[in-house]
């Protein structure tokens, strides 16, 4: 123990003075949703077993139903009134955004939006999960502009996109209307200066479609592209290709390209003069299926690089990942795509508790290996073969999956299937280690003697408290678990990793950060 | 942007998404036998109807009976997920819920028997003992909101808006509430009447006990059908099984002292196979069999309407001034009902071998005995106990497109040599379905034959899909007793039986556009066929229910 400490050290000394710092900008760590810190040097798979918490702090943000606080985003270099520091950005459902100095957990600024109450109308009602209102999309950070100066985009709860400098919390200029008041908008992603969010629920009668904005458009135009049917609710929102090009899954509905609906699919669209325009699209063979049974295609996918080939990874409830080149999704019939994977999970064919919610991750190793992370809810699916596993699965779990191309043609290989998780939530890789976490959230929708009853107090009160993990990223072997450290549980939330440091926040609206003792 | 090769599109370009229930034997409280939301098969592939799957339930039979017509819940939200239930219940007193996708148990449901009087001992063939009638539930396969409804949303839940706490959120059974009027339809509940007589309101999810089941007709009673309208279940018995006097039995289950009304029969059956038609009112249709010739029963061969819940005669139809005698018997069907320019029209069947129309405003004029229409006479009579005759229930519907309506009509034995029906070679030595058009108006109407099938071995009931009948050939021996009047054994009743086997017609030309060849162990004459959401089922005698459908159309069954 003693000797990890020291060696953690050390390595935290050789960082400081290399100067590479690593950030966590959006939503799933890059544009692309790849959920893979790449400048991860503090914690490694030696070390990470003396994770404890650094700080936790509570903060005054308000649950709705049942969400609470959004992952972090990490920005480093902030010239604050007390020194440059770096600070984690705090987002909140009750329109509420925090910057915290993440040495200390103090906080450091706050923003609350103000704005008249906006009409409740379709699609918001009390005890419904579905439609919380208030600013629902994870804000993202922006590049310095011409100033130096750090944007954080937000999307407050009347629909308006905020400018915020990340210095102090102040608005930078006027915020502009993006959207309808309480809609449920997912987390923005920028591309370009263009940002990027996708709604679905059709809350408060807001369309269920991918909107984008040019922040440096005088005119501030809204660019909506509509899929006709479904919603898209990929946690992560869109996840953008080297081209611009944002891909959202479409969620439950109807496949009729002819008719320009594209519902239980994967629809890509990109920004081109003033309006988003549908580039390709990929659709499951069984969409059918997937819709009679409220299997959605909902998972925001993960986009990487593969032997000079761009690739996007995509699942759904159905618990199977499909991989397409963004080049040509699906192929020349759209539904065609380069590999998929057997069933994983969800052999019952349940539409809540079971099967691939949020988002997935992928890395790339020393050896040049890529690999594909997708957590998943309930059982594993008892035809599903895996060669590492760490007894039953019954709640959740993580699956990394090794991508293998021969003569052109591609296979995800299972390669090992995590402890059991209660329901495991997308994970993140820092440094071959993967961090994952069950969120401990009651995921049920549907009860024995009720039949549907989506019900946010009857959920909240069956919800216990998530767990965090650290795995090996090659071999899904267990290093570190919090226990019963973390007191509540998450919901549409997520981890964020940077510079020895992991975030998660829960429902009962605290922030935790784990680290090592030694720093 | 790519787009799409013509070409492609065609298999791109899926039906449109519906999930419709078979909610009870005929589709509806109506009897009607038409799947009216079917698009997936049509007369064009429905030559590729292979058998999907076959489910083995674990049930004794006991006499004939196995296991009952099953049901179809189209679409069910429950705690282990949407599922599309086929359900049935067995001889042995059981209840079996099926994901009718994938062939596999949801659950089995195993009722107690409460009664004090002790079970049927010895089964006979016209009395079991045992689980008798299929399971109903609320809906019409007519009717394809439901699903419709929630498929528009996105993603779970949506539309199916989450509500106040509810009140039975506690298991009903264990509930101080009220049953409000909509509790039992908004949760699916399945209804059954097990071999002690109690009625049983089950949770589609679990197949158990909503609410404490409580007696409704007596133990060992022969149930042939269930009917259900306005939270109103009702059950007729038959065979004067346990020496009870058949009788239709009435219970209105939002009533605080769940009182059990009936309508009992002097002498004789009920008519056919599903017992009761409910018209769009309320009002229940039933046919009343036959009587003694030396006995005076006011309801031979007649068809009756009767006011909901409390059962009293509201009006009648008398076929005949003739008694019909036992020896003479005919098995007879159940009346049908349908609308038309805002009120219901009954289509019955003589035991004269005629098909009436009947006006629901006054079924028989003034002298109960004058139909809007009656046909000329197309089955012949039963003689020897052949068991010759209409059987089961017509069927019928409305082709949206021409606004015609058409009936199917099910023989047992010969067709009439007079009849005006356009035989084809092989028809009706065994059975056959014959089909009607209706014309004229809706005060002068006419049935216009339209096409005899085959020869089938007795033809349960049609179902009507997509301009298509879909009928079941039994397999099963129409023989109601043997030539002196005896009543058959059981193993005296199987050693005739045949295979059962399915055929599909178009529903205007009559043209076979498939048949299974015999495929099944024979099915039991009082069966019959389900249809929902482009597969069709039946249960036979080795206890098994057989799913047909498109296998191209059905890949998840591949792919799990």
Redesign the interface.
Do not use: W
């Given at each position: 123990m003693k000797g990890t400490v020291i060696a953690s050290s050390l390595l935290i000394a050789f960082f400081c003075m290399s100067g590479r710092t690593a950030e966590w900008l959006t939503n799933g760590g890059d544009p692309q949703r790849t959920n893979w810190q790449r400048d991860e040097h503090v914690l490694t798979k030696e070390n990470v077993k003396g994770l404890k918490i650094l700080w936790k702090l509570k903060l005054d943000n308000q649950p709705r139903e049942m969400h609470s606080l959004f992952p972090p985003l990490i920005v480093t270099g902030v010239r604050t009134s007390g020194g440059v520091r770096e600070l984690a950005i705090e987002a909140g459902i009750s329109d509420n955004i925090y910057a915290i100095d993440v040495k200390t957990g103090r906080l450091i600024w706050k923003r609350h939006f103000e704005y008249p109450t906006p009409r409740e109308g379709t699609g918001f009602d009390l005890g419904d999960p579905l439609c919380p209102g208030g600013q629902t999309a994870s804000p993202v950070i922006g590049p310095p502009d011409t100033q130096g100066r750090r944007i954080v985009y937000a999307l407050s709860g009347d629909g308006r996109l905020h400018f915020l400098n990340v210095e102090d919390g102040e608005e930078i200029r006027p915020s502009v209307k993006f959207g309808f008041a309480n809609s449920k908008s997912y987390a923005l992603n920028l591309w370009n200066g263009v940002i990027f969010t996708t709604t679905s629920q059709s809350c408060n009668g807001s369309p269920n479609q991918v909107w984008a904005i040019d922040v440096n458009d005088p005119a501030q135009k809204v660019m909506v592209f509509n899929p006709r049917s479904g919603g898209l609710w990929g946690r992560e929102g869109a996840s953008i290709d080297s081209t611009g090009t944002a891909w959202a899954p479409t969620g439950d509905g109807k496949y009729d390209p002819e008719n320009y609906t594209f519902g239980n699919g994967l629809i890509g669209v990109k920004a081109e003069g003033n309006q988003l325009q549908l580039e390709d699209w990929f659709e499951p063979r069984n969409w059918f299926w997937m819709e009679k049974r409220d299997l959605d295609m909902q998972v925001t996918p993960a986009i990487f690089n593969f032997q000079g080939q761009e690739l996007l990874a995509i699942g759904s409830k159905a618990c199977r990942i499909y991989l397409v080149d963004t080049k040509a999704a699906g192929g020349e019939d759209h539904q065609t795509p380069l590999a998929e994977t057997p069933l994983m999970c969800n052999e019952e064919v349940n539409f809540a508790s079971a099967g691939i919610w949020g988002s997935l991750a992928t890395w790339e190793d020393p050896s040049g290996t890529r690999w594909i992370l997708t957590p998943f809810w309930g059982p594993v699916h008892s035809k599903f073969t895996v060669p590492v596993s760490y007894g039953a699965v019954t709640n959740g779990a993580i699956v990394a999956l090794k991508l293998e191309s021969s003569g052109g043609s591609f296979k995800l290989v299972p390669s090992w299937i995590s402890r059991d998780m209660n329901r495991a939530e997308p994970p993140v890789i820092a440094n071959g280690v993967v961090f994952a976490y069950g969120s401990g959230e009651n995921t049920e929708q549907a009860y024995r003697e009720r039949g549907l009853y989506d019900y946010s107090p009857e959920r909240i009160k069956n919800s216990t408290h998530a767990v965090l993990y650290a795995l090996d990223g090659e071999t899904g072997k267990e290093l570190y678990s919090s226990g019963d450290q973390i007191t509540s549980w998450v919901h549409f939330g997520g981890l964020s990793i940077a510079n020895g440091r992991v975030y998660i926040a829960t429902y009962d609206s605290t922030l935790y950060c784990f680290g090592l003792q030694a720093e | 942007?790519?787009y799409?090769?013509p070409s492609?599109?065609m298999?791109?370009?899926?039906a449109?998404?519906w999930?419709a229930d078979w909610p009870m034997p005929g589709g509806n409280p109506q009897r009607n036998g038409w799947a009216g939301s079917e698009r997936r098969v049509n007369k064009a592939n429905v030559g590729g109807l292979r058998l999907l799957y076959k489910y083995q339930a674990d049930n004794r039979s006991q006499g004939l009976d196995g296991l009952s017509t099953p049901i179809i819940n189209g679409?069910?939200?429950?705690?282990?997920?949407?599922k599309?239930m086929l359900i049935f219940s067995g001889s042995s007193d059981k209840v079996f819920s099926v994901?009718a996708?994938?062939n596999k148990l949801l659950w089995e449901t195993q009722l107690p028997y409460a009664a004090t009087k002790s079970r049927a001992k010895s089964p006979t063939e016209a009395c079991p003992g045992g689980l008798t009638a299929p399971v109903v539930t609320d809906g019409s396969s007519s009717a394809s909101l439901q699903f419709a409804a929630i498929?528009a949303?996105?993603?779970?839940?949506?539309t199916?808006?989450?509500s106040?706490?509810?009140p039975?959120?506690?298991?009903?059974s264990h509930s101080l509430y009220p049953l409000l009027p909509t509790t039992l339809t908004?949760?699916?509940a399945l209804y059954t009447v097990s071999s002690d007589g109690y009625l049983h309101v089950l949770?589609s999810?679990?197949g158990?006990d909503l609410i404490p089941s409580f007696r409704f007709v007596p133990p060992n009673a022969k149930v042939t059908s269930l009917n259900l309208h306005g939270n109103v279940v009702y059950a007729t018995t038959a065979d004067n099984c346990d020496g009870y006097r058949n009788a239709l039995f009435a219970i209105d289950l939002l009533s605080s002292q769940k009182e059990v009304t009936s309508f009992v029969l002097p002498e004789g059956d009920f008519a056919g196979t599903a017992g009761t038609a409910i018209g769009n009112d309320g009002t229940v249709y039933v046919q009343c069999a036959f009587a003694p010739e030396n006995r005076t029963a006011r309801y031979y061969d007649t068809v009756v309407a009767l006011t909901p819940k409390t059962l009293k005669v509201k009006d009648y139809f008398r076929v005949s001034d003739k008694a019909v005698k036992a020896k003479d018997e005919m098995p007879g069907v159940t009346p049908v009902v349908f609308s038309h320019s805002g009120r219901d029209f009954v289509i019955a069947g003589g035991r004269d071998g005629r098909i009436y129309l009947l006006d629901s405003r006054s079924l028989g004029g003034a002298d109960h005995r004058t139909p809007l229409f009656a046909s000329a006479p197309v089955a012949e009579s039963s003689k020897k106990h052949d068991g010759s005759g209409f059987h089961g229930v017509f069927s019928t519907w409305m082709d949206v497109d021409t606004g015609v309506r058409r009936i199917y009509v099910p023989v047992l034995g010969r067709l009439r040599s007079s009849t005006e029906v356009k035989t084809s070679e092989d028809s009706a030595e065994n059975g056959a379905m014959a089909g009607f058009e209706l014309r004229g108006t809706s005060e002068k109407p006419v049935l216009t034959p339209l096409w005899v099938s085959r020869r089938m071995l007795s033809p349960a009931p049609a179902v009507i899909a997509a301009g298509m009948v879909f009928v079941l050939a039994t397999g099963d021996s129409p023989r109601m007793g043997q030539k002196e009047g005896k009543s058959s054994s059981v193993p005296e009743h199987t050693q005739v039986a045949q295979p059962a086997s399915l055929h599909v017609f178009d529903a205007v030309t009559g043209k076979e556009l498939y048949s299974s060849g015999g495929i099944a162990p024979g099915s039991s004459l009082s069966g019959g066929l389900a249809f929902a959401n482009s597969r069709a089922y039946f249960t036979a005698r080795d206890n098994a229910v057989y799913c047909f459908g498109i296998p191209g159309q059905q890949?998840?069954l591949s792919?799990?």
């Open positions: - | 942007m790519r799409l090769a492609l599109l298999a791109a370009v899926a449109a998404l999930a679409n069910l939200i429950t705690y282990r997920g949407f599309e994901d996708d994938l498929a949303r996105t993603p779970a839940g949506k199916v808006r989450a106040r706490p509810s039975y959120f506690p298991p009903l908004q949760l699916n949770n999810s679990t158990e890949t998840q792919e799990q």
